[in-house]
């Protein structure tokens, strides 16, 4: 009877540790859609439709964590994340690349097209 009680809290530190880390990144990923100070909601709802995830779902992340999360919301969470540091590092790159001839200038301007950044910068 001990073990099961020991292997129970055992799962559920590892469960909390998954809702914690899916909190982080929705708190990441709305703060990277937010268009400015109390925009949160709707940079809520645009992260909801652009991930298909329902609304109530990033709204209770936020602001009522449950004690578990079903896997392929993680594994979607997860996957907008990576998508969102492969972008950020793309941006530092671009910024600190200026191409001097205009054959290069338009060689980024197309490989901006191509990874979804427009000419000035942000999406």
Not at 41 to 62: D, H, S
Request: one cysteine or more.
């Amino acid at each position: 009877m001990l073990k099961n009680s020991l292997w129970g809290s055992q799962m559920s530190l590892t469960e909390s540790a998954f809702v914690s880390r899916a909190r982080d990144w929705i708190s990441e990923l709305c703060r990277e859609e937010m268009r400015g100070a109390g925009d949160l909601g709707e940079a809520m709802r645009r992260v909801a439709l652009r991930l298909r995830l329902p609304f109530g779902f990033l709204f209770e992340m936020t602001y009522r964590p449950p004690k578990r999360i079903s896997a392929g919301r993680f594994f979607t969470l997860w996957a907008a994340h990576e998508e969102h540091l492969q972008r950020q590092k793309y941006r530092e790159e671009r910024a600190s690349f200026e191409p001097s001839s205009p054959l290069g200038r338009l060689m980024v301007r197309a490989a901006d097209l191509v990874s979804g950044e427009s000419a000035g910068g942000v999406k």
